[in-house]
């Protein structure tokens, strides 16, 4: 009986582990590694998607993936400040983080008080949305990209 129950344990565990790494395959074909352009932006109210936000009047931002490195723009023509940064990025549990070693003098006064900016991470093969949460756990804002290159 205790023979039964090893090779029972042992089948079981050797299925998780075949599972995990096929789950791992499948997560592991799409990459932030590229070029990307943001299409629009939804706004949320009770974890529901309330508004949509689209690109007017020349405005553009653009971030590029590239081993660990983060890099992104964004241009505006009704504000006259810039909008830069660089700097490192981690995918770890679906959760995007981002830490900027340098940018901009508007995006460094925020770079000031957050440290790390966190995205709950929706990626596909062509398109990617970072979601961002308040304080209480609510989804409140997400960019929405195509990859462009």
């Given at each position: 009986m205790k023979k039964f129950a090893l090779l029972a344990f042992s089948l079981v565990l050797a299925l998780l582990c075949i599972s995990a790494i096929k789950?791992?395959?499948?997560?592991?074909?799409?990459?932030?590694?590229g070029v990307w352009e943001m299409e629009h932006q939804y706004i949320?109210?009770?974890n529901e998607i309330l508004d949509t936000i689209y690109n007017l009047n020349g405005y553009r931002q653009v971030k590029i993936y590239s081993k660990g490195k983060v890099m992104w723009s964004r241009y505006n023509p009704t504000d006259s400040n810039e909008w830069f940064g660089y700097g490192t990025y981690d995918v770890v549990d679906g959760v995007l983080e981002e830490r900027l070693e340098y940018a901009s003098n508007a995006m460094m006064k925020i770079v000031d008080t957050v440290q790390v900016f966190r995205f709950q991470l929706q990626l596909d093969k062509n398109t990617y949305?970072?979601?961002?949460?308040?304080?209480?756990?609510?989804?409140?804002n997400s960019e929405n990209y195509k990859r462009i290159e």
């Open positions: 789950t791992e395959n499948i997560q592991s074909n799409y990459s932030l590694e949320y109210e009770n949305s970072q979601i961002s949460f308040d304080n209480d756990g609510k989804m409140y």
